[in-house]
Each structure stands twice: as structure tokens, then as C-alpha cells.
């Protein structure tokens, strides 16, 4: 039996990245996926497609995460979809890079409401779900910034270090009820966006990785595969780096 067999998850920003890995990873593994995208419509029904290949019921959703309207209207039309909601992984996430000295106020903004606020909208509009289930896992993509602090993202470091405080409090409070909560916090992970990037300074980043390279979505979405399944069913609170031993 596949570890998510006939399991409904939501993947927020799914339609490329790390998203679009876990997405992969978790149909394979028998899960039923509705996913978000804000804009690429194209890729995104690209991935239903393939998802719905594999053998699995696959929905793609245009839905601003950062909206707390359009987050429960979203959760509303799953659930009219699919039958019921068992996983729940608050994946998108922005940047928007500058020194503290060059950031504007719409910038800070932006990245607390799509990164942060994202995970208040859509983890109060699937709770009623899942507290009647009496079960469920929720799982934030945090990062190692939010971790450590980065210089040039305080904006998006702050987002990040703010979805592990609500993790640990929701995983305090929904406990009782046997819903879980966890955050991951990957490393430097490579997706097509890292590929735009200067080989040699990328090439500096994998060298100092214990591991030795950089992270694939797939690592990032065995992860979130354990955290999903019953593999984890005691545990919750935590934030787990997906990080080459980056932090280390
Ligand atoms: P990515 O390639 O930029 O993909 C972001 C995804 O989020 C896309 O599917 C995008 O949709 C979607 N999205 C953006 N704004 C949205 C919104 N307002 N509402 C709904 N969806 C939205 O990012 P990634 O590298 O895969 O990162 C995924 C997550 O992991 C993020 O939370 C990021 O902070 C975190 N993370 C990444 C790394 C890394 O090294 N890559 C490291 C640590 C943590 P469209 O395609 O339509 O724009």
C-alpha cells in the first residue's frame, strides 16, 4: 500500500519549484492533489495533467494565498471537489531582496502577507475540516533564513521565522485533536530559478554544504512525504532542516 494512498492534500504554489516536486512525489505515493498557482496557468494545468496520469484524482486552482477571501473560497470549492482534506502544505512563498536601508514599506508588506499571512488564511479555513476529521498534518515551508536570519531578507527572513511560532502554536493547540503541525526548513534548494543564477557563485554556495551540493525539490518533497504520512504520526512542533547540513 503507498504511504498516501487515497489521502486529499492541498499544495499552496505548486505550479513550479519545490511545489511542483512535492506535488510529484505525493501522487506517486497515491495522494489526491489540489494545488494553487497565482499565475502560470500554463505549467499548472501542465501538472494536473501529469498528476491525473499517474493515476490520481489532480485539480489545479488559480487562488492568492495571501488573500484570506480568496483562501477560503478555495478550501470551499476543494472540498466540493475532493472528499474531505487530510494534508495541508502552505508551500508559496515570495522574495523580494533588499538591505533593510533600500527596503520599502509595500515590500515588507507583500512578502509578511503572501509568506506569513498565507498560513493564518489557509490553515483557519481547512481546520473545521480537519477538526471534525479528528485528524490531519499541516506543513510549513519555512526556511533556513527564518532560522538563522540572512542579511538582505529581513523581510522574508522575518516571514519565515514567523511561520515557526505559528507551527509550534498550532501544533499546541490542534494536538488534542490529532492534527499536526510541522515546519521544514530547506537549505539552498536548486529549481530553474537558481539555474539564472552565476555558476561560480552557485558553485561557492554548494562547496559550502557539508553534503557537498545543493538541494533538489525532490529532497525537499521526501520530506514533506514523511511528515504527511502516518511514518510521523507522533510527531509534531518541529522544524526540520532540509539543509545539506547547512545549519550544522
Ligand atoms: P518558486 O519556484 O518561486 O515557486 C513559487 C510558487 O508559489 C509558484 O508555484 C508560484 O505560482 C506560487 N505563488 C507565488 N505567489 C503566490 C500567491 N500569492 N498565492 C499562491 N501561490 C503563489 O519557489 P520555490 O523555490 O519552489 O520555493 C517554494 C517555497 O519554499 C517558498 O515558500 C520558499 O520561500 C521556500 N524555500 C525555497 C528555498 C529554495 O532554495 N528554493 C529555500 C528555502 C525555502 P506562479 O508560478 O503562478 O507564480
Redesign the pocket.
Known amino acids: 500500500m503507498k504511504l498516501l494512498q487515497d489521502k486529499n492534500v492541498i499544495i499552496?504554489?505548486?505550479?513550479?519549484?519545490?511545489?511542483?516536486g512535492i506535488a510529484e512525489i505525493f501522487a506517486d505515493n497515491g495522494a489526491n492533489v489540489a494545488f494553487?498557482?497565482?499565475?502560470?496557468e500554463g505549467?499548472?494545468l501542465e501538472l494536473q495533467n501529469e498528476l491525473e496520469a499517474k493515476g490520481v484524482k489532480a485539480k489545479a486552482y488559480k487562488?492568492?494565498?495571501?488573500s484570506f477571501e480568496e483562501s477560503e473560497k478555495l478550501v470551499a470549492d476543494v472540498l466540493g471537489d475532493f472528499e474531505g482534506i487530510d494534508v495541508l502544505i502552505n508551500?508559496?512563498?515570495?522574495?523580494k531582496d533588499n538591505l533593510l536601508m533600500r527596503m520599502g514599506e509595500e515590500d515588507f508588506d507583500t512578502v509578511i502577507e503572501?509568506?506569513l499571512k498565507?498560513v493564518f488564511n489557509m490553515t483557519k479555513a481547512v481546520q473545521r475540516t480537519m477538526l471534525k476529521a479528528r485528524k490531519g498534518s499541516i506543513i510549513n515551508?519555512?526556511?533556513?533564513?527564518g532560522v538563522k536570519g540572512n542579511a538582505g531578507q529581513a523581510n522574508?527572513a522575518a516571514s519565515?521565522a514567523g511561520m515557526i511560532g505559528f507551527t509550534k502554536s498550532i501544533a499546541l493547540e490542534l494536538g488534542s485533536r490529532n492534527i499536526r503541525c510541522n515546519a521544514i526548513?530547506?537549505?539552498?534548494?536548486?529549481?530553474?530559478?537558481?539555474d539564472k543564477l552565476d555558476e561560480k557563485v552557485v558553485q561557492g554556495w554548494r562547496d559550502a554544504i557539508p553534503l557537498k551540493r545543493g538541494?533538489t525539490?525532490e529532497d525537499?518533497a521526501n520530506a514533506c512525504l514523511y511528515l504527511a504520512s502516518d511514518l510521523s504520526a507522533y510527531v509534531t512542533g518541529q522544524v526540520l532542516n532540509v539543509d545539506g547540513g547547512m545549519l550544522t
Open positions: 499552496t504554489g505548486a505550479s513550479r519549484g519545490i511545489g511542483r494553487t498557482y497565482s499565475s502560470s505549467p499548472a487562488s492568492n494565498a495571501g508551500n508559496a512563498g515570495i522574495t503572501i509568506n498565507s515551508m519555512s526556511s533556513v533564513v522574508y519565515k526548513a530547506p537549505g539552498f534548494i536548486e529549481t530553474e530559478m537558481t538541494g525539490p525537499v
